[in-house]
């Protein structure tokens, strides 16, 4: 089965940057959304920015503007770079990717989360 690896969580004071990386134990078709999702202690998981194949992007309000998504098709790899982190940033962070097999039945696969904590 196909797994998401993730990498780069870690902590880092306010102010600070990290990156994000996931990608697919192997290669996987038909990949079409990737994403990232965080979840602090008490709280639900929320969407923090996605990327479709074609590019497109779609962010969260609250990172708007200090978190950049990208991704490599070619290596069926999506990033994250954060930027300017604030201590409300800490929480556990998912990697997401939704797409089709070739039998047309859809996936939808999630990674096994990792932290970043942010420090005032």
């Known amino acids: 089965q196909v797994q998401l690896v993730e990498s780069g969580g870690g902590m880092v004071q306010a102010g600070g940057s990290l990156r994000l990386s996931c990608a697919t134990s192997r290669n996987i078709f038909g990949i079409n959304t990737m994403g990232w999702f965080r979840q602090a202690p008490g709280k639900q998981r929320e969407l923090v920015a996605t990327?479709?194949?074609?590019?497109?992007?779609n962010y969260a309000d609250s990172v708007k503007g200090r978190f950049t998504i990208s991704r490599d098709n070619a290596k069926n790899t999506v990033y994250l770079q954060m930027n300017s982190l604030k201590p409300e940033d800490t929480a556990v962070y998912y990697c997401n990717a939704g797409g089709r097999y070739l039998t047309g039945r859809p996936y939808d696969l999630w990674g096994q989360g990792t932290q970043i904590t942010v420090s005032a």
């Open positions: 990327i479709t194949r074609g590019g497109s992007t």
